[in-house]
């Protein structure tokens, strides 16, 4: 009987146990609302304090993310802080955008999403907010551009091999063109696919051509982005954030033909007020190329509006997709490469690393594509695309590539690597580095911003078109036929 009496008990003990530990799961959000999709963290304001926020569901409902520092999180977030925001029907479901402030910087987080008056929640995520170190790293990928799932789920192998490499990302960049006809499907299928790595890290989302060319609103709709004041989102948005001691400029080069006066003024604007050590362009459509693109009449006068602005601004890196194959130039100025830049080689946490030394002119990065459709190199690319190429490769049969860039102060450190598609194997195929003295940026209390509303740059536009318009058609009939005609006759 004694010995009956201390297995009842026995038993009872696991039974609470198991009891407890079934209020805790559901408590940590385990039980979630399967409704709850597409969620994923952006940057919004500054990114020591402030993040945004987007899902979606299908039904119309309230808009609220809990937020907890990990440190303190014990599965439960009775204790959570709650922020409110709006939602909003699109395309058959219900797109909800809240942005919350207060954080506390270099700081991780737990957080859901979903509606706190019906207690209906998305499974955990998390994310770590902007320190005061000026040393970080992230993670960049383009052109995922799949249309079924199961391309997704391959793309999605290469950003885990992304985030195995790299562990301590704090955030990733994604060049544009994550869908291929931007369809509800599609976007489930990535979001499902990628859930791993959205909802681990905050994103920094470029509006691609597949995204936003005749898709109008989706991009904006998909991504709680800090836009301009009075900039257009119908094609995509451009926005900027701090992050250590770089400074982002997100473009949207959907905004073409040419790119808009607008969005080029609120670009030397925004950098012209940075005094950031490192500054850093990130856009879809690629200003060096040698993918089948290049030669076409949108990236022709995206490139003779932009380089010019990019040379002006000092701006120190430019990253982009759209071509799907690999790209580096070397450091580039005037669409000419830098002849004079200075190598010094260092240790790095125990690697030799070389160092372009306050190089000038802009390293221009073209990370193939994450996904499956690849192209091969264009051996008619115009120059001075293949004399500024410092590596240019397809990566055709061989796997889906992804970037690291790891800055430390005066430091930055860039890879590139393949994940093979039969093996799963990671090679690196290419490296690059920088070493800069600190302080050199500042910002000129005289500057005058100029106009960013549409009304005002009417005019300027119009003439920008005509303008670039002209020179397209004179390097077609001069330079780009001429060569074809030679090509296919065999000269």
Same mark, same amino acid.
């Given at each position: 009987?004694?010995?009956?009496?201390?297995?009842?008990?026995?038993?009872?003990?696991?039974?609470?146990?198991?009891?407890?530990?079934?209020?805790?799961?559901?408590?940590?959000?385990?039980?979630?609302?399967?409704?709850?999709?597409?969620?994923?963290?952006?940057?919004?304001?500054?990114?020591?304090?402030?993040?945004?926020?987007?899902?979606?569901?299908?039904?119309?409902?309230?808009?609220?993310?809990?937020?907890?520092?990990?440190?303190?999180?014990?599965?439960?977030?009775?204790?959570?802080?709650?922020?409110?925001?709006?939602?909003?029907?699109?395309?058959?479901?219900?797109?909800?955008?809240?942005?919350?402030?207060?954080?506390?910087?270099?700081?991780?987080?737990?957080?859901?999403?979903?509606?706190?008056?019906?207690?209906?929640?998305?499974?955990?995520?998390?994310?770590?907010?902007?320190?005061?170190?000026?040393?970080?790293?992230?993670?960049?990928?383009?052109?995922?551009?799949?249309?079924?799932?199961?391309?997704?789920?391959?793309?999605?192998?290469?950003?885990?091999?992304?985030?195995?490499?790299?562990?301590?990302?704090?955030?990733?960049?994604?060049? %544009?063109?994550?869908?291929?006809?931007?369809?509800?499907?599609?976007?489930?299928?990535?979001?499902?696919?990628?859930?791993?790595?959205?909802?681990?890290?905050?994103?920094?989302?470029?509006?691609?051509?597949?995204?936003?060319?005749?898709?109008?609103?989706?991009?904006?709709?998909?991504?709680?982005?800090?836009?301009?004041?009075?900039?257009?989102?119908?094609?995509?948005?451009?926005?900027?954030?701090?992050?250590?001691?770089?400074?982002?400029?997100?473009?949207?080069?959907?905004?073409?033909?040419?790119?808009?006066?607008?969005?080029?003024?609120?670009?030397?604007?925004?950098?012209?007020?940075?005094?950031?050590?490192?500054?850093?362009?990130?856009?879809?459509?690629?200003?060096?190329?040698?993918?089948?693109?290049?030669?076409?009449?949108?990236?022709?006068?995206?490139?003779?509006?932009?380089?010019?602005?990019?040379?002006?601004?000092?701006?120190? &890196?430019?990253?982009?997709?759209?071509?799907?194959?690999?790209?580096?130039?070397?450091?580039?100025?005037?669409?000419?490469? &830098?002849?004079?830049?200075?190598?010094?080689?260092?240790?790095?946490?125990?690697?030799?690393?070389?160092?372009?030394?306050?190089?000038?002119?802009?390293?221009?990065?073209?990370?193939?594509?994450?996904?499956?459709?690849?192209?091969?190199?264009?051996?008619?690319?115009?120059?001075?695309?293949?004399?500024?190429?410092?590596?240019?490769?397809?990566?055709?049969?061989?796997?889906?590539?992804?970037?690291?860039?790891?800055?430390?102060?005066?430091?930055?450190?860039?890879?590139?690597?393949?994940?093979?598609?039969?093996?799963?194997?990671?090679?690196? &195929?290419?490296?690059?580095?920088?070493?800069?003295?600190?302080?050199?940026?500042? &910002?000129?209390?005289?500057?005058?911003?100029?106009?960013?509303?549409?009304?005002?740059?009417?005019?300027?536009?119009?003439?920008?078109?005509?303008?670039?318009?002209?020179?397209?058609?004179?390097?077609?009939?001069?330079?780009?036929?001429?060569?074809?005609?030679?090509?296919?006759? %065999?000269?």
């Amino acid at each position: 009987m004694k010995k009956l009496s201390i297995k009842f008990i026995s038993f009872m003990l696991v039974a609470s146990l198991l009891i407890c530990s079934s209020f805790s799961i559901g408590a940590i959000g385990y039980n979630v609302d399967e409704d709850i999709t597409r969620v994923n963290t952006t940057f919004y304001g500054d990114s020591k304090t402030t993040k945004g926020f987007c899902w979606y569901t299908s039904d119309e409902c309230n808009s609220d993310v809990q937020v907890v520092p990990t440190a303190s999180f014990n599965g439960s977030f009775n204790n959570a802080v709650t922020f409110s925001g709006t939602g909003r029907e699109f395309k058959g479901n219900y797109f909800h955008k809240v942005d919350i402030d207060s954080l506390q910087p270099g700081t991780e987080y737990a957080y859901r999403v979903g509606d706190a008056s019906a207690n209906s929640w998305s499974d955990i995520g998390k994310f770590v907010t902007d320190g005061n170190d000026n040393k970080f790293s992230f993670i960049a990928i383009a052109d995922v551009q799949a249309s079924n799932r199961e391309n997704f789920a391959k793309a999605a192998k290469v950003m885990q091999s992304a985030i195995d490499t790299c562990p301590e990302a704090e955030f990733v960049i994604n060049l %544009g063109d994550y869908v291929n006809d931007c369809t509800n499907d599609e976007w489930d299928w990535f979001f499902d696919e990628f859930k791993f790595a959205n909802m681990s890290m905050t994103s920094v989302p470029v509006a691609g051509n597949h995204d936003g060319n005749l898709k109008w609103n989706w991009f904006n709709n998909l991504f709680n982005l800090n836009s301009p004041e009075g900039s257009s989102t119908t094609t995509g948005v451009y926005y900027s954030f701090d992050y250590g001691n770089a400074h982002f400029a997100v473009l949207n080069s959907n905004d073409m033909y040419p790119m808009s006066q607008q969005q080029i003024n609120w670009l030397k604007n925004d950098m012209n007020a940075s005094d950031a050590d490192w500054k850093i362009v990130l856009l879809h459509r690629s200003l060096y190329s040698a993918g089948k693109n290049i030669n076409k009449p949108d990236t022709l006068i995206m490139r003779n509006v932009l380089i010019p602005v990019i040379d002006e601004l000092g701006i120190d &890196v430019v990253m982009a997709g759209h071509d799907h194959m690999y790209m580096r130039t070397h450091q580039v100025k005037n669409d000419a490469v &830098v002849e004079d830049v200075d190598y010094i080689t260092e240790y790095y946490k125990g690697e030799e690393i070389v160092f372009a030394s306050n190089p000038d002119g802009t390293v221009n990065i073209l990370p193939s594509t994450a996904g499956t459709k690849r192209y091969a190199v264009n051996d008619n690319a115009i120059s001075p695309i293949p004399e500024a190429a410092a590596e240019a490769f397809s990566t055709r049969d061989w796997g889906g590539c992804y970037t690291t860039v790891t800055i430390d102060n005066d430091k930055f450190i860039y890879k590139a690597y393949i994940r093979d598609d039969e093996t799963g194997e990671i090679e690196l &195929v290419d490296e690059y580095a920088i070493k800069k003295t600190m302080g050199q940026n500042t &910002v000129d209390p005289n500057y005058e911003p100029l106009p960013t509303d549409f009304y005002s740059n009417i005019m300027p536009n119009i003439t920008s078109f005509v303008t670039e318009f002209t020179k397209v058609l004179s390097k077609y009939l001069f330079v780009i036929v001429p060569a074809l005609i030679k090509d296919a006759i %065999g000269l």
